[in-house]
């Protein structure tokens, strides 16, 4: 049971989480040794109904000595800085950093403040979150709650970095996953931590790492931790943290070595049953709006890739040691496979969001309103999923892009180079048929309408343009890296032209419903909110 003040801490971060942009992610990593094909993959949703749907190519540069680097704030963290000429929508004007974040007549962002710069900044793909760089460096990310400090804001004295420009730093400066948790780490130590409690994976074609990041009260410096997931498993997070004990000495973890000393100066530090000074626990890391927000979505994803692991679908508490941090896959995971693991909304299970009073006579897996509804891995909110890809036999590193929620959209692989016009400058406040974002949305938004009547015909248009790919850039591996950059440029706009043509098919073949039946069999029960 939880007293009355942790409850009254629990109602009162939601209050507060309520107002925050960082609605819900899900975020994975794929080890090679997990994978069918040896890549090694990491995927993102970027879940918020205001998110900038903006996929920016930032170029490779070269800066003169003496020169300093702007770091940025970002309203995705919690919501609007005007202070800062900061919204969320378009994220960020400073077209010194790419040509796609010049936007004339609109204010330029303000800097939090400055970091010396580097001789050479690699290429990357931006997104509310860094994706990946031209070197194979992929990130994830989700938010995360901690009852001790659900959100620390922006003020003079206080902490330069939020978790998405700690993520570009590292993309633009570091080749592997370990040195870039180092450099974000020393970033956090040295530069301050500023928001909202993070998960950042970092991964590269040999390593998967965690890191899991919390501000301190003051603004000053940071409480930070990363673990390596092991070759050969699969590793998810779902806005809770997910490091446990902390291990001095370990080889398989990275943090300050001051943290312990730093949790307990706090009055933080919690412990596990064996004693150790436990992250979860320290955090705080209780789950946001009412239980399975987080943990059942982990327990879904790992159930999904380790079936015979048999977790259990209900634990008692946030706190619950029932879930291991990663598991082996019983047999190696499909890229079409990972693809529809963020499709998922708990079907063929107890808590398949396609039943009851709530799904509606189309068994819609959404719920929308006030109410904060138990979370399934696809949601109404998201706003694209990415799933970053480094293959060996590949030109260069890859990320299949998915706009809108992917259960009603599909996947197309790009490059990390200059992208289609159709994925800059998106903005989701005023429709435009040229742009991918409203492409996609238009399908998505039909179908969640009559969802049982239409998603099997978009889910079978999506796949079935998803294998076209796969077989295009594995056809295309021998190509140079610019051939085969523009290879998949031409197979983007031939993708969003057949998904305009869906979009018109859905309109023709059920104009006013016409031909659509509801469906029956998932008109049993009204949902039931489930409690530890």
């Not at 094909?37 to 900038?52: I, L, Q, R, W």
């Not at 596990?272 to 626990?281: A, E, H, P, S, Y």
Request: hydrophobic letters at 35%; a neutral charge.
């Amino acid at each position: 049971m939880k007293t009355k003040s942790v409850m009254l801490s629990v109602a009162l971060s939601m209050v507060c989480l309520a107002a925050s942009n960082a609605e819900a992610c899900t975020t994975t990593i794929v080890t090679k040794g997990a994978s069918a094909d040896g890549s090694a993959y990491v995927t993102h949703s970027n879940d918020s109904f205001s998110s900038d749907p903006s996929i920016v190519y930032v170029p490779a540069k070269d800066h003169p000595a003496g020169a300093m680097r702007k770091v940025y704030p970002s309203a995705i963290a919690w919501d609007d800085l005007p202070e800062y000429e900061c919204y969320s929508n378009p994220r960020l004007v400073a077209p010194e950093r790419a040509e796609a974040y010049a936007y004339p007549g609109k204010k330029q962002t303000k800097p939090m403040g400055e970091i010396p710069q580097v001789a050479h900044t690699y290429a990357y793909i931006d997104s509310d979150y860094a994706v990946m760089n031209e070197h194979g460096l992929m990130l994830g990310e989700c938010t995360n709650n901690s009852l001790h400090l659900e959100y620390l804001e922006p003020k003079e004295g206080r902490g330069i970095f939020y978790a998405s420009e700690l993520g570009r730093v590292a993309l633009e400066r570091c080749r592997t996953a370990r040195e870039a948790v180092q450099l974000m780490g020393g970033l956090i130590d040295k530069y301050g931590l500023w928001g909202t409690g993070e998960t950042l994976l970092v991964a590269d074609r040999e390593e998967g790492w965690v890191l899991e990041m919390q501000p301190t009260p003051t603004g000053k410096g940071g409480f930070w931790i990363a673990q390596r997931v092991p070759d050969g498993e699969f590793f998810v997070a779902a806005n809770q943290f997910r490091i446990r004990a902390i291990k001095p000495g370990s080889p398989d973890q990275i943090f300050n070595p001051q943290l312990p000393d730093m949790l307990k100066k706090a009055g933080w530090a919690a412990y596990d049953k064996k004693g150790n000074l436990d992250w979860v626990r320290s955090m705080k890391a209780a789950e946001d709006f009412h239980p399975y927000f987080a943990l059942r979505r982990v327990w879904r994803a790992l159930s999904l890739v380790a079936p015979s692991s048999k977790l259990p679908a209900k634990v008692k508490n946030w706190d619950t040691e029932a879930y291991p941090f990663s598991v082996r896959p019983d047999h190696p995971l499909t890229l079409a496979e990972i693809m529809d693991l963020h499709r998922d909304a708990y079907e063929g299970t107890p808590f398949d969001r396609r039943k009851g009073e709530n799904a509606g006579p189309f068994a819609l897996p959404y719920r929308y309103g006030k109410t904060k509804w138990e979370r399934s891995i696809t949601s109404s909110n998201i706003a694209y999923t990415w799933i970053a890809q480094v293959k060996d036999s590949l030109p260069q590193p890859i990320f299949w892009l998915a706009m809108s929620a992917p259960a009603e959209s599909t996947y197309v692989p790009l490059a990390v180079a200059p992208l289609p016009e159709a994925y800059a400058k998106n903005d989701r406040t005023k429709y435009d048929p040229a742009k991918a974002w409203w492409i996609s949305q238009q399908v998505t938004t039909l179908t969640k309408g009559y969802y049982s009547a239409m998603v099997p015909k978009v889910l079978e248009t999506a796949r079935k343009g998803e294998q076209r790919s796969m077989e295009l850039v594995t056809s295309a591996s021998g190509q140079s890296k610019e051939e085969f950059a523009q290879t998949l440029r031409g197979n983007a706009d031939r993708v969003l032209t057949d998904w305009r043509e869906l979009y018109g098919k859905l309109l023709a073949e059920h104009d006013g419903g016409h031909g659509l039946e509801y469906d029956k069999a998932f008109q049993p029960k009204a949902d039931k909110v489930l409690k530890y």
